[in-house]
């Protein structure tokens, strides 16, 4: 066979295979896979080990602990003053004070008594000072004097003590035999000060099991190494090893697996000696995915569950051997943490001792539509915002998509779509569950468009320790919000089509304007290009419209660059018109890596990919105020800091104007 016909049958063996989804067992709901998977799995802790108490933070105690000491081990002063029998004090007063002789003797902490206290005489205790042989109670030096007689020092009372008074008792705190902790008692610094108290050097707590993590994949390359087009950088590695170790789990990664079958052959059997193996890709339908395949050789039950009715993770994978989850994570960074979170940290918890998490869900309001897929039950990460009272939350959705690396990291939780809805509309109530902490409303709140001069004025504010939130929802979505009373600020720049004027068109009764910055809008090309080069944005727009290998690369709809695009072509659709990326940036990608040929961005997005560009019109990207949040101090000096001399320099070192 000739090589070039040997070449289009590899061709076509390779689309068939990656056209065909047979290695989706069956599709099975959330609830049954789980139900599957816990059946085979052996969920008990994984053995004892002793630490020192230096490396116990954060460990589980495999037994209970009994204390073998006192504490305190003996009875002691809790104030600085005189220890005293006190029955020499009864009835003293300021008209008739008691004087009692001193001993010659001062008692610091760690100073055993040598003398007795005997009626009539007092001796100097400091505080964690032993109470001497003979006294019952202490008095504090502050309602006392001293006072120095021919037959020596004494102490002068004018208040009668009561027995026991600032002492305290030997066992009193932790008594001998007491068990002060429990088995399966997570160790923080406060447990670490008890177990040191009775005198602890080590305890027995429970191994932390070994989790494998191995990343496959071609495209896939380790942090730190140089990036090829086409490739990805191993985040789910790092994301799995660190949410591991958060777990009580020992991470134990195994580098990249590439999409050869030996050597996942080889990774798959080092990572079963471990307590559980986790695989992050070749779960899906894609040519080079292989991990379903090897995994599928296990036995004991081998694989439990393959596709899950969920969105994102539906390609997930769950089988066990000899009791030890195996379980192949989606490739996508948000579907593998989201499947990570939801199927595996359960089973990581319960193998290192701890406790099921406690899920926390709090009412929100969808202030936005979002569709769905029927027939997958689909979660949406959000971020929670104050509306126009503090005890209202509207839920944004973070819709960054399942490659997204960054959602988990912003999001203050999800929601879920029922399997059967097609949508959820806006305004409807809805029920968040919060990702593992207590939701924290930031200082100040920020939704509208997005603009890299922006960091200039936040970054200050978060250096000067000012907790920020923002929301990249463009434009129209951010003066909606600020209508609805659900952000500080509302950055927008928004040009009225008819007269050209920018922002303050928009302002509705309730709404101000703080003046930002001024931005150059144009068309970005590949330098070079003899479509564009030399040319002006009108002629190069008027020349490339009809053009079918011209293509456009859009701003999403309600964006202000979508408006300023939407003008700038009229009637005319050119081809690539309805594809439309979400910032300046992802038009710039698309631009320098050749999906697309022009579009409408910002100089500095330009210039940041080296692309050519063609000034097009000076933006206003301005601050839409909510009046009735004018004067939190957040907002005023967030006012204030756009005033200053160092962000104004900043903003134009950037290409940016104030």
Same mark, same amino acid.
């Given at each position: 066979?000739?090589?070039?016909?040997?070449s289009r049958e590899d061709i076509r063996r390779f689309v068939a295979q990656a056209a065909r989804q047979d290695q989706f067992l069956e599709v099975v709901s959330g609830e049954e896979a789980r139900a599957r998977f816990h059946r085979h799995l052996?969920?008990?802790?994984? #053995?004892?080990?002793?630490?020192?108490?230096?490396?116990?933070?954060?460990?589980?105690?495999?037994?209970?602990?009994?204390?073998?000491?006192?504490?305190?081990?003996?009875?002691?002063?809790?104030?600085?003053?005189?220890?005293?029998?006190?029955?020499?004090?009864?009835?003293?007063?300021?008209?008739?004070?008691?004087?009692?002789?001193?001993?010659?003797?001062?008692?610091?902490?760690?100073?055993?008594?040598?003398?007795?206290?005997?009626?009539?005489?007092?001796?100097?205790?400091?505080?964690?000072?032993?109470?001497?042989?003979?006294?019952?109670?202490?008095?504090?030096?502050?309602?006392?004097?001293?006072?120095?007689?021919?037959?020596?020092?004494?102490?002068?009372?004018? =208040?009668?003590? &009561?027995?026991?008074?600032?002492?305290?008792?030997?066992?009193?705190?932790?008594?001998?035999?007491?068990?002060?902790?429990?088995?399966?008692?997570?160790?923080?610094?406060?447990?670490?000060?008890? $177990?040191?108290?009775?005198?602890?050097?080590?305890?027995?707590?429970?191994?932390?099991?070994?989790?494998?993590?191995?990343?496959?994949?071609?495209?896939?390359?380790?942090?730190?190494?140089?990036?090829?087009?086409?490739?990805?950088?191993?985040?789910?590695?790092?994301?799995?090893?660190?949410?591991?170790?958060?777990?009580? #789990?020992?991470?134990?990664?195994?580098?990249?697996?590439?999409?050869?079958?030996a050597a996942l052959e080889r990774l798959v059997a080092r990572g079963l000696e471990c307590d559980a193996l986790l695989l992050s890709g070749g779960t899906s339908k894609g040519a080079g995915d292989r991990s379903h395949r090897i995994v599928a050789?296990?036995?004991?039950?081998?694989?439990?569950?393959?596709?899950?009715?969920?969105?994102?993770?539906?390609?997930?994978?769950?089988?066990?051997?000899?009791?030890?989850?195996?379980?192949?994570?989606?490739?996508?960074?948000?579907?593998?943490?989201?499947?990570?979170?939801?199927?595996?940290?359960?089973?990581?918890?319960?193998?290192?001792?701890?406790?099921?998490?406690?899920?926390?869900?709090?009412?929100?309001?969808?202030?936005?539509?979002?569709?769905?897929?029927?027939?997958?039950?689909?979660?949406?990460?959000?971020?929670?915002?104050?509306?126009?009272?503090?005890?209202?939350?509207?839920?944004?959705?973070?819709?960054k998509g399942s490659g997204a690396v960054t959602a988990f990291s912003h999001a203050d939780g999800f929601l879920a779509i029922d399997a059967q809805a097609e949508a959820v509309e806006a305004g409807t109530p809805v029920s968040v569950q919060l990702?593992?902490?207590?939701?924290?409303?930031?200082?100040?709140?920020?939704?509208?468009?997005?603009?890299? #001069?922006?960091?200039?004025?936040?970054?200050?504010?978060?250096?000067?320790?000012?907790?920020?939130?923002?929301?990249?929802?463009?434009?129209?979505?951010?003066?909606?919000?600020?209508? =609805?009373?659900?952000?500080?600020?509302?950055?927008?720049?928004?040009?009225?089509?008819?007269?050209?004027?920018?922002?303050?068109?928009?302002?509705?009764?309730? $709404?101000?304007?703080?003046?930002?910055?001024?931005?150059?809008?144009?068309?970005?090309?590949?330098?070079?290009?003899?479509?564009?080069?030399?040319?002006?944005?009108?002629?190069?727009?008027?020349?490339?419209?009809?053009?079918?290998?011209?293509?456009?690369?859009?701003?999403?709809?309600?964006?202000?660059?979508?408006?300023?695009?939407?003008?700038?072509?009229?009637?005319?659709?050119?081809?690539?018109?309805?594809?439309?990326?979400?910032?300046?940036?992802?038009?710039?990608?698309?631009?320098?890596?050749?999906?697309?040929?022009?579009?409408?961005?910002?100089?500095?997005?330009?210039?940041?990919?080296?692309?050519?560009?063609?000034?097009?019109?000076?933006?206003?990207?301005?601050?839409?105020?909510?009046?009735?949040?004018?004067?939190?101090?957040?907002?005023?000096?967030?006012?204030?800091?756009?005033?200053?001399?160092?962000? &104004?320099?900043?903003?134009?070192?950037?290409?940016?104007?104030?």
């Open positions: 066979m000739h090589s070039s016909d040997r052996d969920l008990s802790p994984r #053995g004892e080990e002793r630490v020192p108490l230096s490396a116990a933070l954060g460990r589980v105690l495999s037994a209970d602990v009994a204390a073998e000491v006192d504490v305190p081990g003996f009875d002691r002063s809790v104030v600085d003053g005189f220890a005293v029998l006190s029955a020499d004090t009864v009835g003293a007063a300021e008209d008739r004070p008691v004087a009692l002789r001193l001993n010659d003797e001062v008692l610091a902490a760690g100073h055993a008594p040598e003398l007795t206290v005997e009626p009539g005489t007092a001796t100097v205790i400091a505080t964690g000072g032993m109470l001497p042989r003979g006294a019952d109670a202490v008095v504090m030096v502050e309602t006392t004097e001293v006072v120095e007689r021919p037959d020596g020092l004494s102490v002068s009372l004018t =208040r009668p003590a &009561t027995p026991g008074a600032f002492i305290a008792a030997a066992g009193s705190d932790i008594g001998r035999g007491e068990v002060v902790l429990r088995r399966g008692q997570a160790l923080t610094s406060r447990e670490i000060g008890v $177990l040191a108290a009775i005198g602890l050097a080590e305890v027995p707590v429970v191994r932390r099991p070994r989790v494998a993590i191995l990343s496959t994949g071609d495209e896939i390359v380790a942090p730190g190494q140089p990036i090829r087009t086409g490739a990805v950088y191993d985040s789910n590695g790092a994301i799995l090893a660190a949410a591991v170790t958060e777990l009580g #789990g020992e991470p134990v990664p195994l580098g990249i697996a590439p999409d050869e079958d050789q296990l036995s004991d039950p081998g694989i439990v569950a393959h596709g899950v009715a969920l969105k994102p993770g539906k390609p997930l994978c769950l089988a066990v051997t000899g009791g030890k989850p195996v379980v192949i994570l989606p490739g996508f960074p948000t579907s593998a943490m989201f499947t990570f979170h939801g199927f595996v940290a359960p089973v990581i918890r319960a193998m290192a001792g701890l406790p099921p998490a406690l899920a926390e869900e709090v009412p929100a309001t969808l202030p936005v539509r979002l569709g769905s897929e029927r027939g997958r039950t689909e979660y949406v990460m959000v971020s929670l915002v104050h509306g126009a009272s503090e005890d209202q939350l509207a839920a944004y959705p973070l819709s990702l593992g902490r207590s939701l924290t409303p930031a200082d100040l709140i920020v939704v509208g468009s997005q603009c890299i #001069g922006l960091n200039a004025v936040l970054g200050r504010l978060i250096g000067e320790g000012m907790t920020v939130k923002a929301l990249n929802v463009g434009s129209m979505g951010g003066l909606a919000a600020a209508r =609805r009373g659900e952000c500080d600020l509302a950055p927008v720049h928004l040009m009225d089509p008819v007269t050209g004027t920018y922002n303050t068109p928009f302002l509705a009764p309730g $709404l101000e304007l703080a003046t930002g910055y001024r931005r150059m809008q144009g068309i970005v090309f590949r330098r070079g290009d003899p479509r564009f080069e030399g040319r002006t944005a009108a002629e190069a727009v008027a020349a490339v419209a009809g053009s079918a290998d011209c293509i456009l690369i859009n701003r999403n709809a309600g964006s202000g660059t979508r408006i300023l695009t939407d003008r700038l072509l009229g009637a005319v659709r050119p081809t690539g018109y309805w594809t439309q990326a979400k910032s300046h940036n992802a038009v710039a990608v698309a631009v320098a890596q050749n999906r697309a040929d022009w579009g409408v961005a910002i100089e500095t997005a330009a210039n940041l990919y080296g692309l050519g560009f063609l000034p097009l019109q000076e933006e206003h990207y301005d601050f839409v105020i909510p009046a009735a949040r004018r004067d939190r101090p957040a907002v005023r000096r967030f006012v204030e800091a756009l005033e200053t001399p160092e962000v &104004t320099e900043a903003l134009r070192a950037m290409g940016f104007i104030r």
